[in-house]
């Protein structure tokens, strides 16, 4: 979000489950909560996919900032599916089937 190569969705996206990711946190006993993060989890996996494949920059000549702005975005899609696992494991001690 530093340099605004991605659009405004992508931020929305994961500013949104980061937010249903603290309601989770805090209801410790709500299975909606948890089950709406790992919905919003996986959507945002293939959402981001799509935003850095799309917006990715064609030039050579990147700023650093630029760069820096993709590499944190690829880093934090590559570490989606170990959250999509935790949140799962998180699932199912609340009961979820």
Not at 29 to 45: E, P
Not at 57 to 65: E, G, M, Q, V, Y
Request: hydrophobic share 50%.
């Amino acid at each position: 979000c530093m340099n605004h190569i991605l659009p405004a969705s992508y931020a929305w996206g994961n500013f949104s489950v980061l937010a249903v990711g603290v309601w989770a946190i805090v209801q410790r006993d709500s299975l909606d909560a948890i089950a709406m993060l790992l919905t919003g989890l996986l959507l945002t996996v293939l959402t981001d996919i799509i935003h850095i494949s799309v917006f990715y920059p064609a030039h050579d000549h990147l700023s650093d900032t630029t760069r820096f702005s993709v590499g944190m975005a690829i880093f934090s899609l590559l570490l989606k599916p170990l959250a999509c696992y935790l949140v799962y494991r998180m699932y199912r001690e609340r009961g979820g089937e």
